[in-house]
């Protein structure tokens, strides 16, 4: 079985990587299995930084399709037009895809279109908001996989409401949950921690990349200002990407305790996820390891593609209001946090069952309608 594994960000590949050990494992068992990775960015693309393969113990990419840009449907006509030629050149017979991106879409319908086995880890994930790109996407994605593996029974049953076939619904478990588990004991202290003046246990974490967030200037001001008073001087360290820093420098938000520093590499920002007293993000695959590592997480959203998070993790939602936001920190910064309770399959597992399944039913599985 060929299997044509595609990326379409940096995060993807925290999520790919498992699975690629898993195929891995299956090759030197005997299994006539074998994968090829795609990333459907630019070979130069700053954001894979130089460490990030050997941080996640995988190979680099074998096929870099090149696209960049913004403009959703500009992105998904070129990844669709350079995905069929990788194919051209190495067939297929699954193509696997993760999460909701317009990479993940494109290459989807590519390979149904030409008959290819879809499989869509992380499928079922809904916000139930259509004005969202990524629903758009995710949803349209889940209709054509012939395999559908969820992280938890809530993607279950937003599925079965959904009318899929119930044998294509696989509930695997969290793939993110692989990789933090998988490099717990590897995370690295960064060289500029200590002369920082930081110590393990007492700063906060900050992490923004929503982009409509981001537009909104004065709703960021206030939800900035809301961390900075609250933190009452502990340091805030907000590793933050260079469009994000340029948004944040732009409210001239000015606090010595507020660190503002580049993006980190996997290891590293691993290491700061789990020494923080708490987490301030927009971000859903931290809260998902905050909550396996048991870090209080305060998003700055009104949903969790994963409901576990809040539901029994360590996440709080308060959207993009500030006094939720001030109500969340106190509870954090005086000791009232709740702790977790680790979801049902974030045992480390989720990627061999993938594979498991994969390997036992491809041949024999019914092509969709």
């Not at 898993?22 to 630019?42: H, L, M, Q, W």
Request: aromatic share 8%; with cysteine; charged share 20%.
């Amino acid at each position: 079985m060929r299997i044509t594994i595609v990326s379409g960000a940096r995060p993807n590949f925290m999520k790919i990587a498992p699975i690629c050990r898993a195929i891995d494992a299956a090759r030197e068992a005997g299994k006539n299995i074998s994968y090829r990775i795609v990333y459907t960015g630019p070979q130069d693309d700053t954001s894979l930084d130089a460490s990030l393969f050997s941080d996640l113990s995988m190979r680099k990419p074998d096929a870099y399709l090149g696209v960049t840009g913004h403009n959703h449907s500009q992105v998904a006509a070129s990844i669709m037009l350079a995905f069929e030629r990788e194919l051209d050149g190495h067939p297929a017979q699954v193509v696997l895809v993760v999460d909701d991106m317009t990479a993940t879409m494109s290459c989807s319908i590519v390979a149904k279109k030409r008959g290819l086995k879809v499989a869509h880890v992380i499928a079922g994930t809904r916000s139930f908001d259509m004005n969202m790109p990524r629903e758009v996407n995710r949803t349209i994605v889940d209709a054509i996989s012939d395999y559908l593996f969820t992280a938890g029974m809530v993607a279950n049953r937003n599925l079965n409401q959904e009318g899929m076939i119930p044998e294509y619904i696989h509930y695997v478990g969290n793939i993110l949950i692989d990789t933090i588990r998988f490099n717990r004991h590897r995370l690295v202290q960064p060289m500029w921690f200590s002369s920082l003046g930081l110590r393990k246990g007492n700063y906060l974490l900050l992490t923004l990349n929503r982009r409509d967030l981001l537009e909104k200037k004065a709703v960021l001001h206030s939800l900035l200002q809301t961390v900075i008073e609250k933190a009452g001087g502990m340091p805030i360290v907000a590793p933050l990407h260079p469009y994000v820093q340029k948004a944040v420098k732009s409210l001239e938000v000015n606090a010595p305790n507020l660190h503002i520093l580049p993006p980190q590499s996997y290891l590293h920002f691993g290491f700061l996820i789990n020494q923080a007293r708490g987490i301030v993000t927009d971000s859903g695959n931290i809260a998902e390891e905050a909550t396996f590592l048991d870090v209080p997480c305060i998003t700055l959203n009104t949903y969790a593609e994963h409901p576990e998070t809040w539901r029994i993790g360590t996440n709080e939602l308060v959207g993009e209001n500030s006094f939720a936001l001030s109500a969340s920190l106190d509870k954090l910064l005086y000791g009232e946090w709740k702790h977790t309770t680790l979801p049902d399959r974030w045992d480390g597992r989720t990627a061999e069952r993938i594979v498991q399944t994969l390997s036992l039913i491809h041949i024999s599985a019914p092509t969709r309608p």
